[in-house]
Structure formats: structure tokens, C-alpha cells
Nanobody, 122 residues
Framework: QVQLVESGGGLVQAGGSLRLSCAAS????????MAWYHQAPGKQRELIAR???????NYPDSVKGRFTISRDSGKNTVYLQMDSLKPEDTAVYHC????????????????WGQGTQVTVSS
């Protein structure tokens, strides 16, 4: 089993910055990729950023140039640096991990964190 715990959300003025963290814990697994999603009321959950085990990253156009995903050297914590925040960024942000179990590489297991609220005021 893998547990994901997010932190770093809160209230910020438009144009400000926040840095979200997601810490993974557990045993007997390898992480293939980690990602951040957000979901605003009445809207579908949307991929914000993804980082793979080789370090490659992916962003939608809506956040390119403003958000940056990264991970620590131990690959157990992923970060989302959010700059130039806009009111439309207000949402619950969830961390996601795609994992395989040691010795069983043919099945991918998906885990989600509990979410952290980001509110951007105008």
C-alpha cells in the first residue's frame, strides 16, 4: 500500500505563489510517475502537471510558464510550485501516483492523496 499526503495549500492573493508538497510512503513499490490534479466546483478533475520516473514533465497550456513540478532526490516527495496565481486556479489539488509492486511489474496501481485546498482571491 502507498499513502500520499499533500500539504501547502491555503489562501493567497492573485499574483502570489504557493508551493504544494506530496509525500509518498509505504513499502514494496516503485513509483512510475506522480502528478497533480485540481478540481473546482462543478468542473471535471483536470491534470495540472506530471513527472515520470525519468524526470520528464508534462503540463497543460493553462499552467505552462506558471507552475513547475519537481521531486526530491529520493523520489518520495513531489512538489508543485505555483506562481502568478489567478482566481480561476482556486480548487482542491490532489496528488496522484502510478506505482508497481516489487516483483509484479505488469499491474499499475493508482493512489490518490486526500487533497489540499487552494483559494486565490482577487
Amino acid at each position: 500500500q502507498v499513502q500520499l499526503v499533500e500539504s501547502g495549500g491555503g489562501l493567497v492573493q492573485a499574483g502570489g505563489s504557493l508551493r504544494l508538497s506530496c509525500a509518498a510512503s509505504g513499502s514494496g513499490y516503485d513509483i512510475k510517475s506522480m502528478a497533480w490534479y485540481h478540481q473546482a466546483p462543478g468542473k471535471q478533475r483536470e491534470l495540472i502537471a506530471r513527472i515520470s520516473s525519468d524526470g520528464s514533465t508534462n503540463y497543460p497550456d493553462s499552467v505552462k510558464g506558471r507552475f513547475t513540478i519537481s521531486r526530491d532526490s529520493g523520489k518520495n516527495t513531489v512538489y508543485l510550485q505555483m506562481d502568478s496565481l489567478k482566481p480561476e486556479d482556486t480548487a482542491v489539488y490532489h496528488c496522484n501516483a502510478a506505482t508497481i509492486r516489487i516483483g509484479d511489474p505488469y499491474t499499475t496501481y493508482i493512489y490518490w492523496g486526500q487533497g489540499t485546498q487552494v483559494t486565490v482571491s482577487s
